[in-house]
């Protein structure tokens, strides 16, 4: 029985112990010989042609890592970027991480920011994390050594998002993580719904109720872009959570009936709007927004950049806030400043989301009180095709992906929460 075998069938800590590291194993990866497939052929970057999927080197884990056996993973905006080579490609990275770290250094870069899986192997200095622990990660990879992160992981110097600007990423049937990037796995979720969490949820936690967000409190009325995408989901679940009155803006009528279901009553139809560039668009917007709850927004959730920017400055009520994680319309922002600075507004930058915080939010997910957006799974094999859904926007939630799990719906111990939570609230968006 090989070291996968085993993890698939259970086995006990022993076993995995007793069991050989393989020298290669299975993951989704770039090759750096084609960073420049898109230069002649920009019309259409599409990812299946660059990400593959195949037997790459196993790392050796260092002091403070663990090697887990990955049963799922997920797909995120930065799997996309990277096998689009955008902004710039990861390759540059991992040769600057491979100064002070050369295993990153290599000619493929496995991806991935998420999973869940078992601790088959610990570094030395671990200490609170033992072989067969079921667990899932967070995609902070920060130097535990750095002062600051005693104060807050996200403003080390050598912050790096796991996946993206590390090697040995999710996307695999091993990957390689720091012990302070584990969790323990929510008990009455399957591995695929385990999976596809802590990215997104723990950005949106940061960005909405973290002390280093817009710190929302009761009754806060809440805008969110992409209200059924990754983040969006999770931050919509977070304003109800929360006591806010979350107002979302979506793009299709499915997207609005999803989000009626969970519990969202004020709805925006995003195409209505067809430029947000102008200031008559922008009262528009903010007209609407009153219409249905009253107000204008205490806090605008913003990660889709420079097609809406302006319109969320202008919008935000006065002393109001904009907490931005991104820019997925583009990075070069304008808006007005006369309605930032005359209506004393703030603008928050948020990234990520420090190891305290991602704590919070899987306590409240194994809990019971925030849910997965799950809304497709893919085999391993077939990660290009779940990347390029996310590329093109044809998903709602999140998209994951098996990997050493042979089949959705395996890996749940819980099985009275679950029944408490109800598989209409755990399934919300693969019905949607």
């Given at each position: 029985m090989t070291l996968a075998e085993a993890v698939v069938a259970g086995a006990e800590p022993a076993e995995l112990e007793r069991l050989e590291v393989p020298a290669t194993y299975r993951a989704a990866y770039l090759s750096k010989d084609e960073v420049g497939t898109f230069e002649q052929d920009a019309a259409d970057k599409d990812v299946r042609r660059t990400l593959h999927?195949?037997?790459?080197?196993?790392?050796?884990?260092?002091?403070?890592e663990v090697l887990i056996a990955v049963l799922a993973s997920a797909i995120n905006f930065n799997t996309v970027?990277?096998?689009?080579?955008?902004?710039?490609?990861?390759?540059?990275?991992?040769e600057r991480f491979g100064r002070t770290d050369p295993r990153h250094d290599l000619p493929t870069h496995v991806l991935g920011s998420d999973a869940a899986g078992v601790v088959v192997r610990t570094g030395r200095a671990v200490r609170r994390w033992r072989v067969g622990d079921r667990v899932v990660t967070s995609p902070a990879y920060v130097d535990g050594e750095d002062p600051v992160v005693q104060h807050d992981g996200m403003l080390a110097a050598d912050l790096r998002a796991w996946g993206f600007e590390t090697n040995f990423g999710g996307l695999a049937d091993f990957a390689l993580v720091k012990a302070t990037q584990l969790l323990a796995k929510p008990r009455h979720l399957t591995w695929e719904e385990a999976a596809c969490n802590m990215l997104c949820a723990s950005t949106a936690y940061r960005m909405l109720v973290g002390e280093r967000g817009a710190r929302m409190k009761q009754g806060d009325v809440v805008l969110l872009w992409g209200a059924t995408g990754g983040l969006g989901g999770y931050g919509v679940q977070l304003v109800l959570g929360g006591g806010g009155i979350p107002v979302?803006?979506?793009?299709?009528?499915?997207k609005a009936a999803l989000l009626r279901r969970m519990g969202c009553a004020h709805v925006i139809d995003r195409t209505q709007f067809d430029d947000l560039t102008g200031e008559k668009a922008w009262r528009r917007l903010g007209a609407e927004v009153r219409r249905l709850v009253g107000e204008d927004p205490a806090i605008v959730f913003e990660h889709t950049g420079k097609e809406t920017f302006g319109a969320s400055v202008y919008v935000a009520a006065r002393g109001g806030s904009v907490v931005t994680c991104g820019s997925s319309s583009g990075y070069a922002h304008a808006y007005d400043n006369r309605h930032l600075w005359m209506k004393l507004k703030r603008i928050i930058g948020s990234h990520g989301a420090n190891y305290q915080e991602c704590h919070e939010v899987n306590r409240l997910i194994s809990l019971g009180l925030l849910h997965p957006t799950l809304s497709a799974v893919y085999p391993l094999d077939r990660v290009a095709e779940a990347a390029r859904a996310v590329q093109l926007n044809r998903h709602v939630g999140k998209v994951g992906v098996l990997a050493l799990a042979p089949a959705e719906g395996l890996g749940v111990e819980d099985h009275d929460l679950r029944a408490r939570v109800g598989e209409d609230r755990l399934r919300m968006f693969r019905s949607g």
């Open positions: 999927v195949g037997e790459v080197p196993m790392p050796e884990p260092a002091e403070d970027w990277s096998a689009m080579f955008e902004p710039i490609p990861t390759f540059a990275f991992l979302g803006v979506v793009s299709s009528p499915e």
